[in-house]
Nanobody, 118 residues
């Protein structure tokens, strides 16, 4: 199993920044491609950003390109999401996700709330 625990969410004004963290334990962290998803009230969970196990490639949703940056530390076994120039529409619960083609499984964290006021 891969256990994921998010932190760093909170209330911030539009234009501000937040840094989310995801601490992992269990299965080898570098066996997992990692990603951030988010879900706003009444909406479908949507993809935000992803990073490969070796951090050689990143992918971003069009809505966050140029504002959000995903990174990972394979020594500390953590995932991060730096969020800049936040907008009210970024308000959502943000989830950490790990997906392994080696183990053939995927895991989710419990989520952390991000609220951006106007």
């Amino acid at each position: 199993q891969l256990h994921l625990e998010e932190s760093g969410g909170g209330l911030v004004q539009a234009g501000g920044s937040l840094r989310l963290s995801c601490v992992t334990s269990g299965r080898p962290f570098n066996s997992y491609d990692m990603a951030w998803f988010r879900q706003a009230p009444g909406k479908e969970r949507e993809f935000v950003a992803s990073i490969t196990w070796s951090a050689d490639s990143t992918t971003y949703a069009e809505s966050v390109k140029g504002r959000f940056f995903i990174s990972r530390d394979n020594i500390k076994k953590t995932l991060a999401l730096q969020m800049n120039s936040l907008k009210p529409e970024d308000t959502a619960v943000y989830y950490c996700n790990g997906n392994s083609t080696w183990y053939g499984d995927a895991f989710w964290g419990q989520g952390t709330q991000v609220t951006v006021s106007s």
